[in-house]
């Protein structure tokens, strides 16, 4: 009894359940089972925090769509967050410094013709940014180096291929310019954005609704969950699926699966009694899970975010107002519960924020941004350290912006392991340049392209140069006469009323 008055009530969550839901054989079959529930992790007290108002997006509507997507993608220059908007779909991008109230007349990314569903920005570029849309479509945008000061209608390519809405685009982890998207039509297609084709559709292997879709961490498989209750891993080159388990949570509610850096698979998903669960599966043997853990019996979809760096994986139900984090280790039960952020209010949708977005001298190893219903909310995750120095131990090397290989080089069949940097004297962003889409001309669409007169290569540079000027010039007096066309109507409207 002196034992058992020494355990918190968190740490009975550190227990295995087992799946015939016996605890007292897992309890007291195991007479070391005390000693090891305690357990020494440098993650044992990180704690979050939301920041102060003034800090926060105010003002802002989000997306009422139903789509379990997280509706916020962070990056270390941006927030981009899906928004309500009349006759189409569209998000917004703010500058990470544009906090407090935004303005109702904030320039909105919006050339989707129907609700955005799916936001993702690009890892080798901070720059750009991809969306999947019910209107059926996938389109990549280059948003300007300060951020938007006219609205942004014409995406740098569109990207057409599915039959239906298209709920989820990601990009590869190391491979430049390659993007996947999956849609409502049971289709996932992987894209060259560099040339606008697809390159790779991976049809008749989902027989419904694809509820989520990850890349391992080189980018050489990926792994989904559909509605069959299946997880899949897949590899896409081959076309083939290279495991696959049926039935990994028994509930009819939506599941998530992503990969870990060592190459386990981690589900989140609903029991047959709709208790939630999350689950860790080995793909090379998918017969039995790796652990099986039940947390409650909300209905909120978890969505997993995971750190590869300190193997933290946080759940943001949706509809929750918490954040439960947990550390995968290779020792039982293998999925650890740390501790849970709790707050007041529920969470429409999350943002997390790459590694090298932190501030590793306050010891921050995980930042959120918080959908509530009008406005998005960062939260820090802190380790309590004393020091102010660097604290190598929270922070290895992590995925750069660099990318490993270009797009031809995986669509031949190399891989590339992510290329890792030092966040030791903070990460300092590099230009990114801009993206170009040279789209191969189709031979069905008509007649050849004639040649081009000889010119020498300094001279076609400098056309080139001259033709992005102009069109660049062009872009911009096209979206100051929209601005000016709105301004003209709203001053008309207001013109209307007073002569009333």
């Not at 955005?116 to 059926?136: Q, T």
């Not at 890792?420 to 230009?431: A, E, H, M, R, T």
């Not at 069905?444 to 300094?458: Q, V, Y």
């Amino acid at each position: 009894s002196s034992s058992c008055s020494s355990v918190s009530s968190s740490d009975w969550s550190l227990l295995p359940v087992r799946r015939d839901g016996n605890l007292s054989s897992v309890l007291f079959g195991n007479p070391n089972m005390f000693r090891r529930v305690v357990r020494a992790s440098k993650f044992r007290h990180v704690f979050g925090q939301a920041l102060k108002n003034d800090q926060c997006y105010d003002d802002i509507r989000v997306s009422r769509v139903t789509w379990d997507s997280s509706f916020c993608a962070v990056n270390p220059k941006f927030v981009a967050i899906i928004i309500e908007a009349s006759g189409g779909g569209a998000f917004l991008v703010l500058p990470l410094l544009k906090t407090g109230r935004i303005d109702k007349a904030y320039p909105t990314v919006c050339g989707h013709t129907g609700p955005v569903l799916d936001i993702d920005w690009c890892p080798h570029n901070d720059h750009v940014i991809a969306s999947g849309s019910e209107d059926c479509t996938v389109m990549v945008w280059q948003i300007p180096e300060n951020g938007l000061v006219t609205p942004l209608a014409e995406p740098v390519v569109v990207l057409e291929g599915h039959s239906k809405r298209v709920g989820i685009v990601t990009w590869h982890p190391t491979a430049r310019n390659v993007l996947m998207s999956a849609g409502c039509d049971n289709l996932i297609i992987i894209w060259n954005v560099g040339t606008g084709e697809a390159m790779i559709q991976l049809e008749d292997m989902h027989p419904d609704v694809i509820f989520s879709a990850c890349w391992s961490r080189n980018g050489a498989l990926i792994c989904t969950a559909c509605k069959d209750k299946n997880i899949r891993v897949i590899d896409p080159r081959k076309e083939k699926i290279v495991a696959e388990k049926d039935k990994a949570h028994d509930g009819a509610r939506p599941m998530r699966a992503i990969f870990l850096a060592d190459g386990n698979v981690f589900t989140t998903g609903f029991s047959r009694m709709s208790e939630r669960q999350l689950a860790l599966w080995n793909p090379k043997s998918m017969e039995e899970p790796i652990s099986v853990h039940e947390l409650d019996t909300s209905n909120g979809v978890l969505l997993p975010f995971y750190d590869a760096d300190t193997s933290v994986v946080y759940l943001c139900g949706k509809g929750d107002s918490s954040i439960r984090y947990f550390e995968i280790t290779d020792e039982a039960p293998f999925v650890h519960y740390l501790n849970t952020f709790s707050s007041k209010e529920p969470q429409r949708g999350m943002g997390y924020m790459p590694k090298r977005g932190l501030d590793v001298n306050k010891c921050e190893i995980a930042r959120f941004y918080k959908l509530h219903e009008r406005k998005c909310e960062p939260i820090i995750m802190t380790v309590p350290r004393k020091s102010d120095l660097f604290q190598d131990d929270l922070y290895p090397d992590t995925a750069g912006p660099d990318c490993a290989i270009e797009a031809e080089d995986w669509f031949d069949g190399k891989n590339g392991e992510p290329i890792l940097i030092s966040l030791k004297n903070g990460y300092v962003p590099g230009k990114n340049r801009d993206l170009k889409v040279v789209k191969k001309s189709n031979v069905l669409e008509g007649k050849p392209a004639k040649k081009a007169a000889n010119t020498s290569p300094a001279e076609s540079k400098q056309n080139e140069g001259k033709l992005e000027e102009l069109l660049r010039e062009v872009k911009s007096l096209r979206d100051l006469v929209t601005l000016q066309d709105r301004r003209i109507a709203k001053l008309e409207d207001q013109m209307s009323k007073v002569a009333i």
